[in-house]
């Protein structure tokens, strides 16, 4: 573009987004017309974050941002970003950006790199020039060499995870690490950490076969995970005594005497292990965090009733009866039951007033009274179970995430008071007036596939939405949401609609979503519901999931009369025949040119 444009542009761009700086912080996400970040640069900005912003040209020069973000941005290069007082950068999932193209050394301050998910061969040299950097995260992009690695002399946390061809060996010349992560690394053995004794977290989970002997000599370590390595003994845990967080889960542990030797434990995963007596536990007086999770051999869980210091108790995949046992735990704050279906009552819960996580999901519950005492609740999980009545939500007005999806739910009016909400499920709930949603505008997830819902209108007034689902229904009229910010997903509903209100993004992996149509020029106006229409066939539920498919469909235009339209939609349900009257009326002011445009 020449100078005059670019001023436009610049001008169009400030105007835009400088009401959207909070406290020295800009983000942008979804932005298709954003290309050039020059105007940026008048911004007395700290932090910036872009995300699926695909057009942007990577020039910007700064003295003010200390932190930058430039995620699913289909980057290339970062040669044009002279950022001087840089401190953190993340490049993360730009599939894009090669490496070895790339200098790092630029940003003299950087102090936290993450260069993660790639999914493509990668090769770096690190350099002494980088010597302050501290944290770096290289998961998930294919390399092989990290031998120039010990050049980062003051480097203290690493992440190598899902790079299934690295050599470790090199790791033992940094031995001033404290965290270190090597998830799903095919790796054999870890030997070469022997000499890391200033770890304090490491995550080796996802090597199976992986000899780990070799952790006794890591005495300082006080996060350990090691789920799926199918270790079958933990002795080697025992000179590990300042443990206060452990996980080795998923794995065929029978014995796990040991962890009586780890007396300052915290933490502890124990799901999927083979366990059958957890009175050893009783001796672990600092424990608040436990999981024992599918373990369907342990019969016994009375042993918890005496552990009243714990606040987060997960039992999913247990088949349990009863639960008696969790009336005397009155410090709990999360609680999982999931997939417990057979459980006979849930009142011992109505004594768990300091909970505010509570997840119950596929438990064969429906009578829900027991927890209207539990009015510190934030988030519930009640999905999939066999509510019909929800009037006992009344006091919990504190709840931000609420998923009540797969019940048989019809009112829902008693939400209406929940100002704090956030998220909120009600998918398959047959037949549920959505009607009362419409105050509650605080909303930023949505979810009402599959609801037999005809009539969005309730749903204009949310306009902090960010996730709307709506798929798998009948609804054929979409003009409510067509001003949502918001991605959308319409799988297997009716549509009218003009393709110009969206812009599918991630074309490439057939993504469900939609979004607000963005991709136009500085000071044209936003596009609204346009006398355009490019017409969808009524006569079948159309599948939205293949995005080709999707646009194939809009471009073969056919010439459907108003009477067609109202044709097809009386074979809906009566309860959409209501709304035939809307349509014709729409199409009723075009002729017929403008319809087939």
Known sequence: MNQSELDEYNSYMTQKFKNQIQNGELKIQRSSNLTDLEFLQDFQIHKLQLSRCYN??????????????????????????????????????????????????????????????????????FTIKLAQLRILNLSSIYICDISSLPNLINLEELDLSDNLCIDIEPLQHIQQLIKLKLLCCNLQSIKALELLTNLVELDVSYNENIDLTSLQYLVNLKNLKILFTETNNIDFLQPLNRLEELDIS?????DINVLNQLGNLISIDLSEIKVFNIELLLQLDYLKELDLSNNPNLEDFQPLQQMVQLQRLALRFNNLHNVSFLSELINLEFLDLVSNNNLESISPLQNLVNIVNLRM?????????????????????????????????????????????KNSIKDVSILKQFKCLKKLCLSTNRGIDITPLQYLTQLTELSLNECDLYDISVLRPLINLEYLDISWNYI???????????????????????????????????????????NRQPNQKQIHFAW??????????????????????????????????????????????????????????????????
């Open 56 to 125: 942007i040209i990577p020039k910007l020069t700064s003295s003010t941002i200390k932190e930058m973000t430039i995620q699913e941005s289909l980057l290339e290069n970062i040669d044009g970003f002279q950022l001087e007082n840089l401190e953190i950068l993340d490049l993360s999932n730009n599939n894009q950006l090669l490496f070895q193209n790339c200098s790092f050394e630029r940003f003299k301050q950087l102090k936290q790199l993450d260069i993660s998910n790639t999914y493509q061969p990668q090769h770096i040299n």
């Open 250 to 254: 998923h794995n065929d542990i029978v």
């Open 361 to 405: 999901k596929q438990c064969n519950v429906s009578d829900i009274s027991s927890l209207k005492t539990l009015v510190n609740l934030e988030v519930l999980d009640l999905s999939e179970n066999n509510i019909t009545n929800i009037q006992h939500f009344q006091n919990l007005v504190k709840l931000t995430d609420l998923n009540l999806s």
């Open 476 to 518: 054929f009229y979409f003009y409510p949401i067509i001003d949502l910010d918001a991605d959308i997903s319409i799988e297997n509903n009716l549509i009218i609609e003009s393709s110009d209100y969206f812009t599918f993004f991630n074309v490439e992996d057939k993504t469900s979503y939609i979004s607000r149509y963005t």
């Open 532 to 597: 355009k229409m490019k017409i969808v066939d009524l006569s079948r539920q159309f599948v939205v999931r293949d995005v080709n498919t999707l646009r194939q469909n809009y471009l073969s235009k056919k010439q459907i009369s108003v009477e067609t339209i109202v044709s097809c939609i009386k074979k809906l349900q009566d309860k959409v025949i209501s709304l035939s009257n809307i349509v014709a009326q729409q199409f009723s002011q075009l002729n017929e040119q403008e319809v087939y445009q």
